[in-house]
């Protein structure tokens, strides 16, 4: 079985990247940088793309990204923001669809609430879906809401506006962007941390880079550099000496997990929080996700706060801090910059050039991930002279070769059905098809060809296959990145990593022939995210 994408080439594809006169190096393997790489590949650019840590470990690590920006910017009337959000929703649907999950959304409508029936935003809302898919929204009295989610028995509610939400898995996203960009000549590593820049005549043309797997040195020389390191931008532009420029600062999101046996909702939620926050409830397998979505730049909100919030929202639910199955926070890059002649800040995607050539992108809104690259790809090619237009709107990612998302439904049947021939169950096979779209064929081939060594190391055989594939296609290296970044397993199913945590080290370390201090450190990084998202030590 040939391997396109694993770190067991790891040298051929870091000697391919220092011996490519490329013409633009992406420091950031999340979803903005992925995109950027993508769309210069398919122009014709030579290009590589490097992450001091995993693919996806950063602000790209969402595993339940709704488009609920667009209610929120629309509530501020911004219609070409909400405008080019449903152009790329509907983009991304075509073109890998297998990502995009459809599924009921609740809006209650308060006493005094943005989303209200009445509101002129939410009507403006209302006639841009419906003219993007005929999605109309449909208004509900609060006695049918009721009989869809008891919980919101609030005497505030006074109904509810029933309408489609659509939840992408990001951390798959930017999986599938790599996988295609790989497939079309991409250079991409993990683990590759760049040091500092190379300059010449004041310009910078390189980079000074150590792999954290093995300590060596490289230098790899680029025409132009861009900058897509997410919450680590800043660092690199102090470096590059450049930090003046531009003002950056962070929003942080929370998330938690909570058993559907307390919050039994199976409609993704939107309930309102004081100063227009926005807590979401998204159903996924046996647990609800609970996002607190910020929008404030210094805003301080504990767990407890939280559970605090769902119980005044929601009736008869009573959670305590022990209903709190995982947790975990996420930091997202804006720009700020002061209104002309008003009060206020402006937070938005950007992107600027230093005085030494160095492009730096800042991406915290990852909706319009596809048109942002779209720009900043242009703008490269008119400076390396290089005609191509973008291509990237019709283009079917990895995994989405499905027949469109009209043809989706029926595809993900079939292929559920293959599945059992393999001796899977229906809902392991379902599971991998969502995952993996149309490379489900390798989960399968996988499955069936390695099911005794799936026994000799105690895991199940679709889970050992979907690990076979993270190593062979994914540039999985260590257990963290398979069970956090590859599946999401350690986010939604807390009790089935604790028992398979030791067989994927046991697997792995005689895979990668590791020594007792490669494997402590992976067993370190793995206990470290575990003490962050399992224990419940850091609540307030």
């Not at 926070?329 to 005085?355: A, M, T």
Request: hydrophobic share 35%; glycine share 6%; with cysteine.
């Amino acid at each position: 079985m040939v391997h396109s994408f694993s770190n067991e080439d790891r040298g051929a594809y870091i000697n391919s990247l220092k011996e490519t006169e490329l013409d633009v190096l992406i420091i950031g393997g999340g979803v903005t940088g992925a995109g950027i790489a993508l769309d210069a590949v398919v122009r014709g650019l030579k290009t590589g793309l490097v992450d001091m840590q995993d693919f996806a470990s950063g602000s790209s690590s969402y595993w339940a990204s709704l488009f609920h920006n667009e209610m929120r910017q629309g509530s501020q009337l911004d219609m070409k923001w909400h405008t080019e959000s449903i152009k790329e929703r509907l983009i991304l649907q075509e073109n890998a669809p297998h990502l995009m999950r459809q599924t009921p959304l609740i809006l209650p409508s308060y006493r005094t609430n943005f989303f209200g029936k009445h509101s002129i935003s939410s009507k403006m809302i209302e006639r841009i879906s419906d003219m993007a898919l005929r999605e109309k929204r449909k208004s509900i009295s609060r006695k049918e809401l009721l009989k869809l989610a008891p919980a919101l028995s609030k005497k505030t509610i006074k109904g509810a506006a029933v309408s489609t939400e659509y939840c992408r898995d990001e951390t798959r996203l930017t999986f599938d962007l790599l996988k295609e960009g790989r497939h079309r000549g991409l250079i991409a590593l993990n683990y590759l941390k760049v040091e500092s820049f190379l300059y010449e005549n004041g310009m910078a043309t390189g980079v000074l880079m150590i792999d954290q797997l093995t300590g060596e040195m490289h230098k790899v020389f680029a025409k132009k550099i861009v900058n897509a390191s997410g919450a680590w931008v800043d660092s690199l532009r102090e470096q590059d000496r450049s930090k003046t420029t531009k003002t950056i600062s962070y929003l942080t999101d929370r998330f938690m997990t909570i058993s559907k046996e307390k919050i039994p909702f199976q409609h993704i939620v939107y309930l309102e929080m004081d100063q227009r926050r926005l807590l979401s409830i998204i159903p996924r397998d046996k647990n609800v996700i609970i996002s607190l979505t910020s929008t404030e730049i210094i805003e301080k909100v504990t767990w407890i706060e939280i559970i605090e919030m769902l119980n005044q929202l929601l009736e008869e639910i009573n959670l305590t801090e022990k209903d709190i199955e995982t947790k975990w926070l996420l930091h997202r890059p804006i720009v700020l910059e002061q209104y002309k002649n008003k009060k206020g800040i402006v937070k938005r995607n950007d992107w600027f050039v230093s005085e030494s050539g160095l492009l730096t992108v800042v991406c915290g809104q990852h909706t319009r991930y596809r048109l942002f690259a779209e720009q900043i790809t242009s703008w490269i090619c008119k400076e390396l002279k290089v005609v191509a237009n973008c291509e990237t709107d019709m283009l079917t990612l990895s995994g989405g070769y499905v027949g469109g998302q009209n043809d989706f439904s029926a595809y993900r049947n079939k292929r559920a059905e293959e599945g059992l021939q393999f001796d899977l169950t229906r809902l392991e096979a379902e599971r991998l098809v969502d995952r993996y779209g149309s490379n489900v064929g390798q989960l399968y081939a996988r499955t069936w060809a390695f099911k005794k060594q799936a026994t000799l190391f105690g895991l199940n055989k679709s889970v050992f296959a979907e690990l076979l594939y993270s190593i062979e296609e994914e540039m999985a290296t260590s257990p963290a990145d398979f069970l956090i970044r590859r599946t999401g397993y350690f986010y939604f199913d807390k009790d089935y990593v604790m028992t398979i945590k030791e067989p994927i080290f046991r697997y792995m370390r005689d895979r990668f022939n590791w020594t007792e201090e490669q494997e402590g450190r992976y067993r370190d990084e793995l206990e470290g995210e575990i003490e962050l998202v399992y224990r419940r030590t850091d609540l307030d």
